[in-house]
């Protein structure tokens, strides 16, 4: 497993952007496609954007497209999640996650595929 620690949220009006960074104590983490994950009080995790290993793929959850960018530096081990264009239904607990699987192809997308979570960072956005 690879440790992670999230940083960058806060508090923001509607229409404003946020970046939160996810730091990894590994260097795994170059072999490790990397995901973002959202969680609001009483609701369940939601994957909310994810990218390959090598930053060829990316994927989105629908309610993020053309708002949100997922980019890494392997160099820095780090992932990060630019949140442009906030609304107050994107306030919530933000996890950084590692997947299980080395060199994975494809970004996975499910809570199961990722063995390592960060403590997460709050994300609130007041209308």
């Known amino acids: 497993q690879v440790q992670l620690a999230e940083s960058g949220g806060g508090s923001v009006q509607a229409g404003g952007s946020l970046r939160v960074s996810c730091a990894a104590s590994?260097?795994?983490?170059?072999?490790?496609?990397m995901g973002w994950f959202r969680q609001a009080p009483g609701k369940e995790r939601d994957f909310v954007a994810g990218?390959?290993?090598?930053?060829?793929?990316?994927n989105y959850a629908d309610f993020v497209k053309g708002r949100f960018t997922v980019y890494r530096e392997n160099a820095k081990n780090t992932v990060y999640l630019q949140m442009n264009s906030l609304k107050p239904e994107d306030t919530g607990v933000y996890y950084c996650?590692?997947?299980?699987?080395?060199?994975?192809?494809?970004?996975?997308?499910?809570?199961?595929?990722?063995?390592?979570w960060g403590q997460g960072t709050q994300v609130t956005v007041s209308s």
């Open positions: 590994s260097w795994i983490f170059s072999r490790l496609a």
């Open positions: 996650a590692a997947d299980r699987a080395e060199f994975r192809p494809l970004v996975p997308m499910t809570v199961a595929d990722f063995g390592s």
């Open positions: 990218i390959s290993w090598s930053s060829s793929s990316t």
